[in-house]
């Protein structure tokens, strides 16, 4: 069986060639550049609808190429990535790292912290009452 290399054909890995510009599917990329830790866990993060590409929901067999942005929801947090470099296996985390640009938004500020009294400490008197008001107004 031959291998065919010419542009816009693909070939056993998946690849496609269109005169230098290669893409592979998503799911291996993300693994390949330790978005997820094991090549299923991005194949179902893609069935489960967390996964887009170009803004459209991306299925595992969806190509990527240099230039479309990812956004994949990893965890708790929603990484945002632009495509860089098209690689096929798994790398270290220093060359994956140039595989993407991180375009993920930075995380939203912390929660006020919430006024707390000792357990059974009973009701708040007036005065505490007066200092929580004093203190609530100042948080708006």
Request: with cysteine; aromatic share 2%.
């Amino acid at each position: 069986m031959s291998i065919s290399r010419q542009p816009g054909q693909v070939n056993i890995a998946g690849t496609v060639h269109d005169g230098g510009m290669e893409a592979t599917r998503v799911d291996r990329w993300l693994w390949a550049v330790r978005l997820t830790k094991t090549r299923p866990d991005a194949a179902a993060a893609c069935r489960g609808g967390h996964v887009r590409v170009n803004d459209r929901p991306a299925k595992p067999a969806t190509t990527v190429s240099p230039g479309d942005h990812v956004r994949a929801r990893v965890g708790e947090t929603t990484r945002v990535v632009e495509v860089v470099r098209v690689i096929q296996k798994r790398v270290g985390a220093a060359d994956a790292v140039t595989c993407y640009l991180d375009r993920t938004p930075p995380p939203p500020p912390a929660a006020v912290p919430v006024a707390t009294r000792d357990r059974g400490a009973g009701r708040p008197t007036k005065r505490d009452r007066r200092v929580l008001d004093k203190w609530r107004a100042a948080q708006r």
